[in-house]
């Protein structure tokens, strides 16, 4: 079965660092983008980053420079580590997989997720979250 498990969020202060883990499980990483979504109550889920084992890579306008996504493939496993946070990235934060490229007998269809913003619904599959929350 598909497992996401999201882990490392805590409180940190204004301007601290934390790192978000993504450990992925049962389906093949590679064929797999992981992004990162996070969201506030009565808000919708918002795109934060994006990885993909292509090496693409796509931040949202209010984490660029501050966010960085990563990954060890080998443990099937991707990290957001958050620099200089804001009260404002306070969330629950998610990571997901949405699948990323198709094989077929004499084709591969690459649907490039992580080339910009995309919808939730282009991820199949999610973790449970973990709650991010920054003091000032």
């Known amino acids: 079965d598909v497992q996401l498990q999201a882990s490392g969020g805590g409180l940190v202060q204004a301007g601290g660092s934390l790192t978000l883990s993504c450990a992925a499980s049962?389906?093949?990483?590679?064929?797999?983008?992981i992004g990162w979504f996070r969201q506030v109550p009565g808000k919708e889920r918002e795109g934060v980053s994006c990885?993909?084992?292509?090496?693409?890579?796509w931040y949202a306008d209010s984490v660029k420079g501050r966010f960085t996504i990563s990954s060890d493939v080998d443990k099937n496993t991707v990290y957001l580590q958050m620099n200089n946070v804001k009260p404002e990235d306070t969330a629950v934060y998610y990571c997901?997989?949405?699948?990323?490229?198709?094989?077929?007998?004499?084709?591969?269809?690459?649907?490039?997720?992580?080339?910009?913003?995309?919808?939730?619904?282009?991820?199949?599959?999610w973790g449970q979250g973990t709650q991010v929350t920054v003091s000032s």
């Open positions: 997901a997989a949405g699948r990323d490229t198709v094989r077929t007998d004499n084709q591969v269809f690459l649907f490039d997720l992580c080339g910009g913003p995309r919808d939730t619904h282009e991820y199949q599959y």
């Open positions: 049962g389906f093949t990483f590679a064929d797999y983008a």
């Open positions: 990885f993909s084992v292509t090496s693409s890579t």
